[in-house]
């Protein structure tokens, strides 16, 4: 893998860190063209952005370290060194962390400034989803995320892996179907069925949990297991899935019944 694009002296650029940036750039874009379309306000998240990016970092590192208790717990106690809690740079972010303070922020600020959050939330789905196209490339470069061994021929050697022999590319494909349904979304945004404020994201949710859970049976990095079984981003894939697949049913009820 390629996880250092450039390295100068003490200056180390990384290829993950470069891709996170892409990211964002691509996800801000869709952000601008989709609130067009809708007639929301920008100027909302341009006020609130530095708010709510560091709403985003600080959830990423809690989660981070909240899921390596121990060894921080080694770190601070034991050795004494309680600033490295605030290393970010160590990649020790995690995604879903991220995604959680991000909406939950601009949820607390949509509220208190009488903002529609479901509108900002389906823009916010497509936008995050081709944000994680680079995002997982990104996570394929620097060997993170990797999955089992294969027999196909795709199959790749990935050095950070436990493994020897040839294993699944899973960060490629989370980044191919993470663009199949930002696709899709981005042209259902617009459909009479999918303009109320909410449908978009209960949309997201359920398709790109589907695909996560079925991600997870490919993984071959270390995770926490339910009864040795079932890994843990299963677990939240599968609470996704059942709350956004109840969502979009109630709403479908509701709109076939008020129009036939």
């Known amino acids: 893998m390629f996880p250092i694009l450039l390295q100068i ?9 470069i891709l996170l940036a892409v990211a964002l750039f691509s996800s801000l874009l869709v ?4 609130a067009r379309f809708r007639l929301i306000k920008l100027s909302f998240l341009a006020e609130n952005s530095l708010l709510i990016f560091f709403c985003g970092l600080i ?16 770190i601070v106690i034991t050795e004494g060194h309680p600033f490295e809690l605030l ?18 922020s601009i949820f607390l600020l949509a509220r208190k400034q009488k903002e529609d959050f479901l509108a900002w939330s ?19 470069l620097d060997g993170r995320n990797y999955g089992t061994p294969t027999d196909l021929p795709w199959g790749v050697l990935m050095e950070p892996s436990q493994y020897a022999i ?76 059942s709350f956004g697949g109840y969502m979009m049913y109630r709403y479908f009820r509701k709109y076939f019944q008020e129009n036939h």
Not at 122 to 140: E, Q, R, T
């Open 31 to 34: 952000v601008n063209k989709l």
């Open 166 to 241: 040839p294993i699944h590319p899973v960060q490629l494909y989370a980044a191919f179907y993470s663009l199949l349904i930002g696709i899709i979304l981005y042209h259902l945004f617009n459909h009479k069925l999918f303009k109320s404020s909410g449908v978009i994201t209960w949309l997201g949710l359920t398709l790109y949990c589907f695909f996560r859970f079925i991600e997870e049976f490919l993984r071959g990095d270390e995770a926490n297991l339910l009864f040795g079984l079932i890994r843990e981003a299963q677990i939240y894939s599968l609470i996704g899935l």
């Open 87 to 104: 290393y970010i740079w160590d990649k020790g972010l995690s995604a879903w962390g991220g995604l959680l303070g991000v909406f939950l």
């Open 122 to 140: 389906d823009i916010l789905v497509i936008s995050v989803l081709f944000g994680m196209v680079f995002a997982n490339i990104g996570a394929f």
């Open 59 to 74: 959830c990423a590192r809690f989660l981070f370290v909240a899921y390596n208790f121990s060894y921080f717990w080694d």
């Open 9 to 17: 002296g003490p200056v180390t650029i990384y290829s993950l860190w």
